[in-house]
């Protein structure tokens, strides 16, 4: 599977507004809110015994990795969807299968994420391009059968029925 196709992250024009205010206002006011709790922990003494300071520093960690999870997503964001002429199953579609060669037992989801896709409900599961399904899903073609390898360690095959962009 090519790289971009595991890199590149599907968002709506609304998620992506999102994600952007919320790595704004942690690089804004939030360094500034937990550089402030680290300060004032730090005044009252003794940081080994400290229980505010090693939560503001806590906090701090938590917010960095935010931090850093957030630039990577936009780096790697594409605002829009993909395309209807898309010949294969990426990110932000709809995807539906069929499980080991029984075309009746069906299943249809969307490969992405509900926040990544400013989607707090669908009526689909929703799975990662990162999950086992999900990433053998992804870059297959309409008809192509891929096989994962399920958490039980059960391989289990999967026919791409159809897949087309997430429109809510």
């Known amino acids: 599977m090519p790289e971009e196709q595991n890199s590149t992250v599907w968002l709506t024009q609304e998620a992506y507004d999102k994600l952007v205010a919320e790595l704004d ?6 360094r500034e809110d937990v550089s402030r709790k680290i300060a004032q922990a730090r005044e009252e003494g ?4 400290n ?12 917010m960095e990795a935010r931090i850093r999870q957030l630039e990577a997503m ?10 209807e002429k898309a010949k294969k199953v990426a990110p932000g579609m709809t995807v ?17 994420s509900r926040e990544l896709m400013g989607v707090t409900e669908t009526e689909h599961e929703v799975f990662s391009p990162q999950s086992p399904l999900g990433a ?24 791409i029925v159809d897949f087309e962009p997430y429109t809510g």
């Open 25 to 30: 206002h942690l690089k804004a006011e939030g």
């Open 46 to 49: 003794d940081l080994s015994e």
């Open 51 to 62: 229980g505010g300071y090693h939560a503001a520093r806590e906090e701090q960690g938590q």
């Open 74 to 83: 936009l780096r790697d964001a594409k605002v829009g969807e993909p395309s």
């Open 96 to 112: 539906t299968i069929y499980y080991d060669g029984d075309e009746e037992d069906t299943d249809t989801f969307l490969l992405g």
């Open 136 to 159: 053998a899903v992804a870059g297959a073609k309409k008809g192509e059968t891929v096989s994962y390898t399920a958490p039980t360690g059960a391989t289990i095959s999967v026919t």
